[in-house]
């Protein structure tokens, strides 16, 4: 059984991360049980420091015990998400070069995800809403969800997210580049390369 500790910046990852990760896992290795621990929070500011990653990789790797994965999971915001992730994963890498470890940062957001695959939640019975043409330029995913989604109410993470993750149609998530980012590093966590099969 593989364990993937996680780390990530919101309280709403915390509950949604660990289901988006098992229904990740039941597409691409059905027959492999994983075990998700709660995922660590921290703050964005933290953990782009100096130290302060490396500090929290360590509990990761305590959760994720030998053999174990760690993953990292941020909000991009305004940085380029390639060049951070890559910055992120080296300093993770670093810490504990005994652990097999992702970085995937949401460009902008994690709920930039949800926009991509709308359609499969939106709450709205009376008209139909597809999702934007480029799902990752909208800088307000959540005002974008508030809006277009949801019968009634704001957009909550805490409220929200773990039950949108549950719901959203994974294969319409992958036309964010992010989003497929995140379902590759998971599958190369999963699936030894020799025996990955395309989606």
Known sequence: MLTIASIVEGHGEVAALPILLRRIAAVVAP???????????????????????ERYVEVAASRAGAGGAILLVLDADTDCPAELAVELCRRARAARADRAIRTVLAKAEYESWFVA?????????????APPPDPESIRDAKGWLSRNALAHGTYRPTRHQARFTAAFDLSAARSAPSF?????????????????ISE
């Open 31 to 53: 027959e492999e049980p994983i075990s998700v621990p709660r995922p660590i929070r921290v703050k964005r500011q933290l953990v782009v420091k100096p130290g302060e990653l």
């Open 117 to 129: 695959a709308v359609e499969s939640i939106a709450e709205r019975p009376l008209h139909a809403v």
């Open 180 to 196: 497929d980012k995140l379902w590759r590093d998971v599958t190369s966590l999963l699936v030894p390369p020799a025996t990955i």
